[in-house]
Every structure is written in structure tokens, then in C-alpha cells.
């Protein structure tokens, strides 16, 4: 039950895109395409940004998009928005039990 | 409008007991996983637990099994967190999720402070 690895931090300016990696093993990640990412403001609950590796739920913009390589997906944050400055969080189906990335803080420059 | 909010959180000593709920709306509670996941003040995101929809499979992460207890009511529309043995370790806000391969709704969250 090893917490997936993301880089602690990115950053980018607006317009620029940012990818951030997530990378987890073939238990979790590389196993199953249930990877989903989320974006955290401070003091608020996590929003769910992307599911299924790739698949964005209604109302998040197309600027957001995900992938996934064997055991490692990754999120891209597209024309970056002052508003996208947030922790990041991936999360990954591990057989029952759930795994999530020690998270990304995305600064907008 | 799905609804998840969770109570019963607190200050509670080293060694000590607190039990936190979740009251769910809006939806169908019986036909979804249900999970407890955890944020320590100023760390990431810790899945605790998950509970299937009628409580037939749980899933703890390792530094809480034995201590904690899922559980669910679904005539209540309610989610449990029974915890036990608490230590500073279990500081943090616990939120209560609906789903478990990914998870649209979120509860506010519940404070646990464990300290003397």
C-alpha cells in the first residue's frame, strides 16, 4: 500500500501547459484503468477533475485531459488559468483498496 | 442534489474512541461503494477505508486496520467510521465519498484531533 509518486510541486504561466506524472505499479496504475485525478483549492473538499485515465466528468473544462503508460498516468493542464493554481491529487483502484499521490501543488505564475 | 455530511469528529485523547458518520441524500445510498478518506493538517489526500454496497467487503489501508471499523446503515442512508485506539497519527479531516473507482461527491469533512 505504497502511496503513489507525484512531484511535489509544477508550475507554469498562464497559457503554457503543465503535465503532471503519476507513477504507481502494476498492482494499482498499470493494473487497472480506474486512475482518477483531483484538484484541491485551500479549505475546500476535493473536486474530481478526470476518471477512468481519461474521461472528464461534466462541467470540467477540455484544457484538462489524462493518460496513462503502463504504471504511470499523467494529467496536462492546458492554457493555464490563474484559477487552476491548486494541489492535484491522482488516485488509483488498487483491488479493493484505494491509493492516492502524495499530491502536486500547480502554481500559475 | 447528492448531499455527504459527516459529524461527530472532535478532540479526543491518545488511546481514546470516536465514532464519525456520514449522512448521504440525493441519491440511491445502497447501490454505491462508499469510502472514508483523510487529509492531516497541511499533507495530502490518505484513503482509509472503502465499504461495498452491502457491507459484505471492506478495505482498510494497513496503518488503521484492527483500530478502525467501516460500516453502513443503508435504511439510514448512513456511513460509519468506528475508531479506536486513536494516536496523533490519526489527526486529520476525514471525508466521506461516494464511489469507489473515482468520486464526484464529497462531504465537508469532519475534524479528529487526537492530543492530551
Known amino acids: 500500500q505504497s502511496a503513489l509518486t507525484q512531484p511535489p510541486s509544477a508550475s507554469g504561466s498562464p497559457g503554457q501547459s503543465v503535465t503532471i506524472s503519476c507513477t504507481g505499479t502494476?498492482?494499482?496504475?498499470?493494473?487497472?484503468?480506474?486512475v482518477s485525478w483531483y484538484q484541491q483549492h485551500p479549505g475546500k473538499a476535493p473536486k474530481l477533475m478526470i476518471y477512468?485515465?481519461?474521461k472528464r466528468p461534466s462541467g470540467v473544462p477540455d484544457r484538462f485531459s489524462g493518460s496513462k503508460s503502463g504504471n504511470t498516468a499523467s494529467l496536462t493542464v492546458s492554457g493555464l488559468q490563474t484559477e487552476d493554481e491548486a494541489d492535484y491529487y491522482c488516485?488509483?483502484?488498487?483491488?479493493?483498496?484505494?491509493?492516492f499521490g502524495g499530491g502536486t501543488k500547480l502554481t500559475v505564475l | 442534489e447528492v448531499q455527504l455530511v459527516e459529524s461527530g469528529g472532535g478532540l479526543v485523547q491518545p488511546g481514546g474512541s470516536l465514532r464519525l458518520s456520514c449522512e448521504a441524500s440525493?441519491?440511491?445510498?445502497?447501490?454505491?461503494?462508499m469510502k472514508w478518506v483523510r487529509q492531516a493538517p497541511g499533507k495530502g489526500l490518505e484513503w482509509v477505508a472503502n465499504?461495498?454496497?452491502?457491507?459484505?467487503?471492506?478495505y482498510y489501508v494497513d496503518s488503521v486496520k484492527g483500530r478502525f471499523t467501516i460500516s453502513r446503515d443503508n435504511a439510514k442512508n448512513s456511513l460509519y467510521l468506528q475508531m479506536n485506539s486513536l494516536t496523533a497519527e490519526d489527526t486529520a479531516v476525514y471525508f466521506c465519498?461516494?464511489?469507489?473507482?473515482?468520486?464526484?461527491?464529497w462531504g465537508q469533512g469532519t475534524l479528529v484531533t487526537v492530543s492530551s
Open positions: 488516485s488509483s483502484y488498487a483491488g479493493g483498496n484505494s491509493l
Open positions: 465499504i461495498k454496497q452491502d457491507g459484505s467487503e471492506r
Open positions: 477512468e485515465v481519461s
Open positions: 440525493g441519491f440511491t445510498f445502497s447501490t454505491y461503494w
Open positions: 465519498t461516494r464511489g469507489l473507482y473515482s468520486n464526484t461527491y
Open positions: 502494476s498492482s494499482d496504475v498499470g493494473g487497472y484503468n480506474y
